[in-house]
């Protein structure tokens, strides 16, 4: 298949524009619904228990919930993460334990976070040419017609552009496909008033990658702590 130079320009500039697109347009990580309970009455400058639900002694797990802490702190809330009253190797909790405990350390709010869903679906993306196509001559040397003192003084304009001598184009060579993944991870995040146990407040987040950044706790955090803000379920 022979590519023009023209259109193979076209299509890398297109392609390198929709990738610089889809890098820096696309969210790490997004809230995609939320529901909060806009008639509960919550208490002024409330003592709010950060817990993210995961593998034990998970790194990412306390990231999380120091993550949330520091902003909610630097916000001017009140708020602890739940490794200061739970151990971090804990998995499975009784409820009623819990509450009681909560309770005992006078917890007003529990926020909890947890991954709910995780899917992975592979696709194939072609390949693509790479490079330009290279014309190169055909057969052998120009045949010359006039020889004196073996100096040519000229070339018969047929034999130089007959079938031996004349040029072909070689395709260059396309790039391999390859199989990429893309995953989806779905996290469930809880508010829950302590007195009653009682959930206020509700969302999920939808990210693309199991390996979360730094970057994107940060976001995750913020859009958590922001719409609870925006209903109006904590106040100082």
Not at 16 to 37: R, Y
Not at 49 to 64: F, I, Y
Not at 185 to 198: C, G, M, T, W
Request: aromatic share 8%; net charge positive; hydrophobic share 35%.
């Amino acid at each position: 298949m022979k590519i023009s130079f023209d259109n193979r320009l076209r299509q890398a500039i297109l392609l390198a524009t929709v990738l610089i697109l889809i890098t820096s347009c696309a969210p790490e990580i997004k809230l995609t619904s939320s529901w909060a309970n806009k008639y509960t009455e919550v208490r002024r400058s409330p003592l709010i228990m950060v817990m993210a639900l995961g593998k034990a002694n998970s790194k990412t797990r306390q990231e999380v919930e120091n993550n949330i802490v520091a902003r909610l702190k630097k916000e001017g809330y009140k708020a602890i993460p739940a490794s200061d009253l739970f151990q971090p190797g804990l998995t499975k909790r009784d409820s009623a334990e819990l509450v009681k405990t909560l309770r005992k350390n006078n917890i007003d709010l529990l926020l909890t976070n947890a991954v709910i869903s995780v899917t992975e679906n592979q696709r194939f993306i072609p390949g693509a040419v790479q490079g330009n196509d290279i014309v190169v001559p055909a057969g052998g040397t120009a045949t010359p017609y006039g020889q004196f003192n073996n100096v040519y003084v000229g070339y018969n304009y047929y034999n130089y552009y007959n079938s031996y001598n004349s040029y072909q184009t070689i395709d260059a060579p396309p790039t391999p496909g390859t199989t990429v993944t893309d995953v989806q991870v779905i996290i469930e995040s809880n508010l829950y008033k302590v007195e009653n146990a009682q959930l206020i407040w509700h969302g999920q987040s939808r990210s693309y990658t199991k390996q979360p950044s730094t970057s994107l706790i940060n976001t995750f955090s913020k859009n958590v702590i922001g719409d609870i803000k925006k209903n109006k379920l904590l106040v100082k």
